[in-house]
């Protein structure tokens, strides 16, 4: 019987068809949002990210299965961010290029924890206006989920969206953190239009 000759293109070390992988948990109660009436969801955001997803609902354990290693990064916090209010819509800006996801954890702001409640309030603001005015001024989606505070915008503006509210956070008026973004934003725009090619 002939030795049979080594397949040189099996002896290759397939790269091409290697996975990486990483484990993300998220609360229970955000896994339907990251699944999506009938799947639908989760089917979307694995055509238009380019990767798997393994979703254990009992415990909120999402794995992720990508052959792009600089990809597992931005997936990782497309799900970290549905994990924490946003809708998969939102979520799915973090593709772009001079997008980014900011977590802030109030709890590493307030001296105690059971003053949690009365930031929120003033982060969120009545019927949403002070969360809806931050989001504005800087041109970035905010999500208050538990004891965090989530950002999605281009990276700029979310640095600057940051600011504003560790300010609130830390008790500074809402009026003071207004004007500063009112300005902050004025400048941003100068600059935005003073760049070749505007």
């Known amino acids: 019987m002939k030795d049979q000759e080594p397949n040189a293109q099996n002896d290759l070390p ?3 068809d290697q996975e990486y992988s990483y484990n993300v948990k998220i609360p229970k109660e955000r896994i339907a949002v990251l699944i999506g009436k009938k799947g639908i969801e989760k089917a979307k955001i694995e ?8 979703i254990d609902s009992e415990d909120g354990d999402v794995e992720i299965l990508t052959k ?10 497309i799900i970290k961010a549905i994990g924490r209010g946003f809708n ?18 109030i709890t590493d702001y307030v001296k105690h924890k059971n ?4 930031v929120r309030g ?3 603001g009545k019927d949403g206006k ?7 001024l800087t041109d970035t989606n905010i999500s208050v989920y538990g004891k965090t505070v989530c950002i999605i915008g281009r990276i700029e503006y979310v640095s600057l ?12 008026p809402h009026a003071n953190v207004y004007k500063f973004l009112e300005r902050r934003r004025r400048e941003y725009k100068e600059a935005e239009m003073k760049e070749p090619g505007f």
């Open 130 to 136: 002070s969360r809806e005015t931050i989001e504005n």
């Open 14 to 16: 397939e790269f091409e």
């Open 161 to 172: 969206a940051k600011n504003a509210l560790i300010s609130l956070i830390q008790g500074s």
């Open 68 to 77: 792009d290693p600089i990809q597992l990064f931005t997936a990782k916090e």
């Open 122 to 124: 003033r982060l969120i």
């Open 88 to 105: 998969p819509e939102i979520a799915l800006q973090l593709l772009k290029q001079d997008y980014s996801f900011e977590q802030i954890i």
């Open 115 to 118: 003053h949690v409640i009365r």
């Open 47 to 54: 055509s238009i990210a380019n990767l798997k997803l393994n």
